[in-house]
T-cell receptor, first 116, second 112 residues
Framework: DTAVSQTPKYLVTQMGNDKSIKCEQN?????MYWYKQDSKKFLKIMFS???????INETVPNRFSPKSPDKAHLNLHINSLELGDSAVYFC???????????????FGNGTRLTVT | DAKTTQPTSMDCAEGRAANLPCNHS???????VYWYRQIHSQGPQYIIH???NNETNEMASLIITEDRKSSTLILPHATLRDTAVYYC?????????????FGPGTSLSVIP
């Protein structure tokens, strides 16, 4: 049983294209996140949604647009892809957010995006 | 910026206890300490968390100092599958939301 699943696992595309990454969690959690892990292996938060509402929007280019159709899904759409967007993108979920000091994150296995 | 500092890398012999330290000297009273690990090519995996008291689960033990300024994650009998990057994290409260910031972590190599 996969708790947080992302598709696709690998994504290779050319500069200027538009692509989407999908994420689904079956844990019944209220909050979902997107993290980016760059070549230096630092994990940085990009977005967070709580009950389909955008809670966290870090300094991310507006070419990145998250979409949450329901509590169990948080998709990431990227327009006009650039070379610097190449990274591994992780989806995560947790039961709570700002009340969530006792609420671990559960991560998917990542989507490796390569822009050529 | 991450509120924790960890050694960049550590080695541990297979079957021995792995003790991974973490400093979080600016931690505030209501902030939990979390530990995650990331095995190559996988997503980070939650290990354990604690506030004041020592904690133990099926994966590891967490020892938090009385002043809460540092903690140690203990893997009692390290196996080769424990080779991973281990992240010590303190949740950061910021205005209307808090967020989890990952530092570079400790790369643990378990050696046969």
């Amino acid at each position: 049983d996969t708790a947080v699943s992302q598709t696709p696992k690998y994504l290779v595309t050319q500069m200027g294209n538009d692509k989407s990454i999908k994420c689904e969690q079956n844990l019944g959690h209220d909050t979902m996140y997107w993290y980016k892990q760059d070549s230096k292996k630092f994990l940085k938060i990009m977005f967070s949604y709580n009950n389909k509402e955008l809670i966290i929007n870090e300094t991310v280019p507006n070419r990145f647009s998250p979409k949450s159709p329901d509590k169990a899904h948080l998709n990431l759409h990227i327009n006009s892809l650039e070379l610097g967007d190449s990274a591994v993108y992780f989806c995560a979920s947790s039961q709570d957010w700002w009340q969530g000091n006792n609420s671990p994150l559960h991560f998917g296995n990542g989507t490796r995006l390569t822009v050529t | 910026d991450a509120k924790t500092t960890q050694p960049t890398s550590m080695d541990c012999a297979e079957g021995r206890a792995a003790n991974l330290p973490c400093n979080h000297s600016t931690i505030s009273g209501n902030e939990y300490v979390y530990w995650y690990r990331q095995i190559h090519s996988q997503g980070p995996q939650y290990i354990i968390h604690g506030l004041k008291n020592n904690e133990t689960n099926e994966m590891a033990s967490l020892i938090i100092t009385e002043d809460r300024k540092s903690s140690t994650l203990i893997l009692p009998h390290a196996t080769l599958r424990d080779t991973a990057v281990y992240y010590c994290i303190v949740r950061v409260e910021e205005t209307s939301y808090d967020k989890v910031i990952f530092g570079p972590g400790t790369s643990l190599s378990v050696i046969p």
